[in-house]
């Protein structure tokens, strides 16, 4: 049974296809149109779902969309889910959990609390503040001078420079929005003051579904679901057994929810406990040996073809050298975070990577942080972590011996959003941190996601030779070709 999800004309539009409950591919709008959380019909990336799957629009059986905002689609496949149950939906049905409470922290449902047990998901509380979490930190955010969609998460390491001595009043009276003017330590205690409040109240909202004593097992989603720093508040409130937060937690996770929906609504969920279903959320388009050597001979681009076992070890070599590597590989991720096969990669141990990152390739703000990835066998040496994070979920105090070796990756709090990386979640990848691991004597490198300004993700081989042309990226690793400047 092949079901296509969809989620669109809110922020950041996706699509995805589901064959027999098994999530098949799922991509974003944006990816495609080059339009940063493109809110619009996503008829490109629904195109691409179709075309992977070798399945004609004649031959879907259900079009599952996320809210009424299509209503004049007028087709008896089609039928609507509100996201309320598709945020409930994208949380738990690809979670490696039979049964869970789950917790929907998103700002525009607002807070919703759900109970799942095998197939079906009922609803425990709805909207249970007057005002949603999720507005509010947009709100303060905009106030604060980040007014885009998705710049919560700047607010979010702006926090660590600032102290919470605001918490009684978010936005002082006397204050005016900062506009262009340039960020001073008012605004950074307003960004730590409203960090600490939403950690606050979502930790009063875990103890409240933890006294429930329903499940274990907590699944999240929503775009604050995405705020690594109350994520990692909740691990350390120690509650939950096991929690899982869908990697895809914003509106384009909603197409996966409405998707998964329309097949349990009349199938059982019979898998067990164990792996995630979200193939490490590489579910997006990938690009064959023969579209890149055609791509790089018709542009007249010079490129070096790599024995494909030699891939690891010369990115592995070129990062130690202090190079800054652009990494395409494989299927492209779905959702905001760049997990080793859409990644601009470099050395942690260089605190000068940092500003380089920052300034000359993303061309952001100078106190964003960067994230490392580390492999998972080794992430306890540097890290005061427990459990694998191969989505970058939760932030991890960095070991206090370990901070001068790892400067680069090293919040000014003395935490990272660390990625944990196993061998049989991305093969390829795992043996490039490894190659820098035997070279340098560190099994941590610099992850952050392959985009230069205000562009998204990059998602073809064109994508990424334009923004390793118009940026400081030194090399650039198309599948086994390599480009250098």
Not at 4 to 24: K, M, N, P, V, W
Not at 91 to 99: I, M, Q, R
Not at 169 to 180: D, E, H, K, N, T
Request: hydrophobic letters at 40%; proline letters at 5%.
């Amino acid at each position: 049974m092949n079901i296509l999800g969809l989620s669109c004309f809110y922020h950041d539009s996706a699509a995805c296809l589901t064959r027999d409950g098994e999530i098949t591919a799922a991509a974003q709008e944006e990816r495609f149109s080059r339009k940063k959380y493109d809110p619009r019909f996503p008829t490109q990336a629904i195109n691409w779902c179709l075309k992977y799957n070798n399945v004609s629009s004649r031959a879907l059986d259900r079009i599952a969309c996320c809210g009424n905002n299509l209503s004049l689609i007028f087709n008896p496949k089609v039928k609507f889910y509100s996201p309320r149950d598709a945020y409930l939906a994208a949380a738990y049905y690809p979670s490696p959990f039979k049964e869970a409470l789950i917790l929907v922290n998103d700002v525009d449902t607002g807070v919703i609390f759900g109970r799942s047990e095998g197939e079906r998901i009922s609803l425990v509380k709805n909207s249970i503040f007057k005002y949603p979490l999720g507005k509010v930190y947009a709100r303060v955010s905009r106030y604060l001078g980040f007014g885009g969609y998705g710049d919560e998460f700047k607010v979010m390491g702006l926090a660590a420079y600032g102290k919470p001595i605001y918490k009684e009043r978010l936005l002082p009276a006397s204050a005016s929005p900062r506009g262009r003017n340039d960020i001073t330590q008012f605004h950074m205690d307003v960004a730590a003051s409203l960090q600490v409040v939403m950690e606050e109240e979502v930790l009063k909202i875990t103890e409240y579904l933890s006294g429930l004593k329903m499940s274990g097992n907590l699944c999240l989603s929503g775009n604050m679901a995405l705020n690594c720093l109350i994520n990692a508040k909740i691990i350390k409130q120690g509650l939950f057994k096991n929690i899982w937060i869908q990697p895809a937690s914003a509106n384009a996770g909603c197409a996966l929810g409405a998707a998964l929906l329309a097949w349990y609504e009349k199938n059982k969920r019979n898998d067990g406990p164990g792996m995630d279903k979200m193939s490490g959320s590489f579910l997006g388009p990938d690009y064959n040996e023969d579209y890149i050597e055609n791509f790089l001979r018709n542009e007249g681009i010079l490129y070096k073809k790599l024995y494909h076992t030699d891939i690891a070890k010369i990115a592995a070599g070129l990062i130690a050298q202090g190079k800054v590597v652009g990494w395409f590989q494989g299927r492209a991720e779905f959702g905001p975070r760049a997990l080793g096969n859409r990644s601009i990669l470099g050395d942690s141990r260089d605190l000068r990577m940092h500003k380089k990152l920052n300034l000359e390739v993303k061309r952001r703000e100078a106190f964003r942080p960067f994230a490392p990835t580390v492999l998972w066998e080794k992430a306890g040496d540097y890290f005061e972590l427990d459990r694998e994070d191969p989505f970058m979920l939760f932030t991890a105090q960095v070991k206090e011996e370990k901070k001068a070796e790892i400067p680069a990756v090293v919040h000014i709090d003395g935490s990272s959003r660390v990625q944990t990386i196993k061998k049989e979640n991305n093969p390829l990848y795992y043996d490039l941190v490894n190659e820098f691991y035997q070279i340098t004597g560190c099994p941590v490198i610099i992850n952050t996601s392959f985009n230069s300004g205000p562009e998204p993700m990059v998602l073809s081989p064109e994508d990424a030779y334009r923004c390793f042309k118009s940026s400081a990226i030194d090399c650039l690793v198309l599948g086994r070709y390599l480009v250098e400047k």
